[in-house]
């Protein structure tokens, strides 16, 4: 199961927390911890574009975590770099690595609040004109009393992860036809199920785009956007985050084509539901003691009670759990089954579940309660007890119109929803 994370970008992050130089951290960026345990800890892989590595500071903090760099050692093939070089040198791996530096120093800035954005981008060139040989401890020392030391250090790691001859990067398929933020929005805009204040946002948004960037060609640039746009009227706000959601469709399409996860855009057309097909959704803040939401997903989601959630664990149990026999083979098992059909991801989804069950037991504490369709299968992680897990018996294109309807009227809800253009079976 391959996934691009929307909201690890970093304009999909600060349109859809708001986080600022005040406030440079939200309660999404510990959400989004936990969905990248959940994602690592079932055996999936998390593909990246060249914009996330140089703009998230998600990732950069993840990096600084020892025990996740741990677990890249055990799984390396949880992460995987998909870029086009800006510059193409004799060493390709770098050329991809060093992409999106090459391609944030020709902007100037990052999205995400830092500190001090100048000196993010200055470590970026001299890394970019070090080269191949860049010695990345040294240049990182040189920067020692940066105020944003800590973040620099997880980009640093980061950067040197996919350095490494044993990371994965790769470039998109030559073949592969490249799409645009503004053909992403044409194709909303073709599809006859976009309606209401969805159709309205998307076709406003197309308006505003043609009348403050006179240039066509310019039109599919965000960058070129962003600065054509005023930040402080509401309607251009509301465009901005139809074009973060197009731009970062495109890129997904670019490097993982069938595994976008959107998040929650509060007050924004969930774009990529639209473009691809829902493959799964995680939804949250219910309330359990009988909301009208939660009956509708009792009567397709039998429960079956599991005493442990992946967002409670540290990396280092993460890492016991993937090195474990018994449990790590049923991992395995896993993997497989969830590219087969229902009854083998029950069967799968039970032997992981209790092969985890008495390595984790005692470690975490009774969560916030949530939801994971994955699939055939549904996930219940919290409750008034414990963590709940249950397999839907929806299959094909009831299950698919589950969670449509879920997308649709739980958007508040939406932690993430995986979408994908083509597959044979949901879940896939």
């Given at each position: 199961m391959r996934m691009y994370a929307h909201w690890l970008d970093g304009e999909y992050r600060k349109a859809s927390t708001g986080v600022d130089i005040r406030q440079r951290w939200a309660a999404e960026d510990e959400t989004a911890e936990r969905v990248i345990k959940t994602l690592a800890l079932f055996g999936g892989t998390l593909v990246l574009s060249d914009a996330q590595v140089v703009d998230s500071p998600v990732l950069w903090r993840l990096f600084t975590n020892s025990g996740f760099r741990r677990f890249l050692r055990t799984d390396p093939g949880f992460l995987e770099l998909v870029a086009r070089p800006v510059t193409r040198g004799p060493d390709v791996r770098w050329s991809i690595a060093s992409a999106g530096l090459e391609r944030a120093i020709i902007a100037g800035r990052i999205a995400s609040p830092v500190l001090d954005g100048m000196a993010v981008i200055s470590l970026f060139q001299d890394i970019v004109a070090a080269g191949p040989a860049a010695d990345l401890s040294a240049l990182l020392s040189a920067r020692k009393a940066a105020?944003?030391?800590?973040?620099l250090f997880g980009f640093t790691e980061l950067f040197r992860y996919f350095a490494l001859s044993?990371?994965?990067?790769?470039?998109?398929?030559?073949?592969?036809?490249?799409?645009?933020?503004?053909?992403?929005?044409?194709?909303?805009?073709?599809?006859?199920?976009?309606?209401?204040?969805?159709r309205r946002q998307v076709e406003a948004t197309k308006l505003l785009i043609d009348e403050v960037v006179e240039n066509p060609t310019d039109r599919d640039r965000r960058a070129i956007i962003y600065n054509a746009l005023n930040p402080v009227l509401p309607a251009h706000i509301t465009a901005w985050k139809v074009v973060v959601q197009a731009w970062n469709v495109a890129a997904q399409k670019t490097a993982c084509e069938t595994g976008g996860s959107i998040g929650n855009m509060p007050r924004s057309v969930p774009l990529g539901a639209y473009i691809d097909r829902p493959a799964d959704v995680m939804l949250a803040r219910f309330d359990v003691t009988g909301s009208g939401a939660k009956k509708v997903m009792d009567r397709v989601v039998p429960e079956i009670p599991v005493v442990w959630d992946p967002g409670d664990l540290s990396w280092d149990e993460?890492?016991?759990i993937v090195e474990n026999g018994t449990s790590g083979s049923a991992r395995l098992g896993l993997k497989a089954a969830l590219l087969s059909g229902a009854y083998e991801t029950e069967d799968a989804v039970r032997q992981f579940a209790n092969a985890v069950a008495p390595l984790v037991k005692g470690r975490v504490s009774a969560p916030t309660w949530w939801i994971w369709t994955l699939?055939?299968?549904?996930?219940?992680?919290?409750?008034p007890a414990a963590p709940m897990l249950g397999v839907s018996m929806l299959?094909?294109?009831?299950?698919?119109?589950?969670?449509?309807?879920?997308?649709?009227?739980?958007?508040?809800?939406?932690?993430?929803?995986?979408?994908?253009?083509?597959a044979k079976r949901i879940g896939v």
């Open positions: 105020a944003d030391i800590s973040l044993s990371s994965n990067v790769a470039e998109p398929l030559a073949t592969k036809s490249q799409q645009t933020l503004y053909s992403v929005i044409e194709t909303a805009l073709a599809r006859p199920d976009l309606a209401g204040e969805d993460i890492v016991e699939g055939p299968v549904a996930i219940r992680f919290g409750g299959t094909g294109l009831a299950a698919e119109k589950a969670i449509v309807w879920a997308i649709n009227n739980l958007r508040e809800r939406v932690i993430a929803a995986r979408v994908v253009e083509s």
